[in-house]
């Protein structure tokens, strides 16, 4: 942890964490992360939650599961770790669990220890649960959504059922929140149909709830995939009580259902790059593998509103630029159509430069010689 971050976990750690405001808590959560916390707060989320269970049924749609890896690589606190200090019941995650389908005649069969469908329909039916959506949901064809089908049953199916039971809903990865790669522009868009749970890219009315005539609180955690931080912190938040959920939804989340903390609007990864100063100098690479600017390579962090240069990523030493990956903005509502062509320097819309980006460069240059010439003079003149 940086010396800044070590100041601000004993600063807070003065401080009552119950009796924190949703403000307060907020703050310290988005700055300290996942890690410093819980580990800060560990006696006082022990005894808030003493006597209180959050289960959790996590389901998933079409996606490649790489949310949940990310969540597993969590390092410090771990997954486990997390579930302990917040007391979360993981009742049902279908790549962790050791239940699997079990079906005789096309009919499950045998009890819920063993049989994974039958376990899920346990769960929603007891109810009083946390709802995690990984992965969009397919709506074709036509309205059938036989293109995901899981368990002899359509995925979409099983998401309204548990959907109408939840407390609450967060979508995990571009996938859940937006429906993302998979229904990316195509010629076969239209026929998949797939959703994101409560947006399709920017449109909120065609998320699969409205499809459904559902009206639950939807939490969004873009990403592909998602941050440990952003989705360990977020749960953290509602099982508390920090997030009341639905009354501060509407405070807490942006336009697009994400909480700002971690998608700040006025915010862009941009303005933390690692490589920002190559930038503000006109410096950039045209080629992988170099240490400039990434913008000629089609890197998109000037339009993706995330916190990734300030948090980081694989414990918090790197991320995608800094690892010499241009960002392609996949916390956004449009990817990744918004996104691309990938590696291809991007038109300027007029939000980050104004101006042509060689034109810049060359201001950038002339500036810099300008402002050392000056320096010169000063220097001659003994000042």
């Known amino acids: 942890m940086s010396t800044g971050m ?23 959560v988005g700055a300290l992360g996942a890690t410093a916390f819980l580990g800060t707060y560990k006696t006082e989320i022990v005894s808030a939650l003493e ?14 599961t790489g949310c949940s890896e990310s969540i597993l690589n969590g390092g410090n606190p ?30 499950p069969v045998n009890t ?17 649960y946390i709802l995690v959506v990984e992965g969009a949901i397919a709506n074709g064809p036509d309205g059938s959504g036989r293109y995901c089908v899981i368990g002899n049953r359509t995925f979409k199916e099983l998401f309204e059922k548990a959907a109408k039971n939840a407390n609450a809903i967060l979508a995990v990865g571009t996938c859940a929140t937006y429906g993302g790669i998979t ?35 939807v939490i969004n955690i873009p990403g592909c995939p998602a941050h440990p931080d952003w989705i360990l912190l977020t ?3 509602v099982i508390l009580g920090k997030i009341k959920v639905p009354d501060d939804l509407d405070t807490v989340l942006d336009q697009y259902g994400r909480p700002i903390v971690f998608f700040p609007t006025d915010h862009t990864v941009h303005e933390n790059c690692p490589r920002r100063g190559y930038y503000d100098r006109g410096e950039f690479d ?10 000629k390579l089609g890197c998109k962090a000037p339009y993706s ?34 996104s691309r062509p990938f590696y291809v320097e991007a038109e300027d819309k007029g939000v980050l430069l104004g101006a042509n980006i060689d034109t810049l460069s060359k201001a950038a240059v002339g500036a810099a010689t300008v402002v050392a010439g000056v320096h010169a003079v000063r220097r001659m003149k003994g000042e």
């Open 78 to 107: 771990d997954i486990i770790q997390a579930i302990n200090k917040l007391n979360v019941n993981l009742a049902y995650h279908e790549t962790l669990l050791a239940q699997q389908g079990l079906f005789v005649d096309d009919e």
């Open 235 to 237: 749960v953290g938040a």
């Open 183 to 217: 229904c990316a522009d195509s010629a076969i868009a239209d026929v998949t149909d797939y959703r994101g749970v409560a947006f399709t890219k920017e449109d909120s009315s065609k998320g699969m709830l409205t499809e459904l005539g559902i009206h639950k609180p």
């Open 6 to 28: 070590k100041n601000l976990a004993r600063t807070l750690d003065s401080l009552d964490f119950l009796k924190l405001d949703r403000r307060t808590f907020m703050k310290a």
């Open 286 to 295: 045209e080629q992988i593998g170099g240490e400039k600017c990434l913008w």
């Open 112 to 128: 819920s220890e063993l049989n994974s469908e039958l376990l899920v329909d346990e769960l929603i039916e007891e109810g009083n």
């Open 51 to 64: 006597f209180a269970e959050t289960k959790i049924i996590w389901l998933h749609g079409a996606e490649c």
């Open 305 to 338: 509103h995330a916190d990734c240069a300030i948090r980081r990523w694989n414990g918090s030493v790197s991320m995608c630029t800094q690892a010499g990956s241009p960002c392609i903005a996949c916390v956004e509502p449009g990817f990744p159509d918004s």
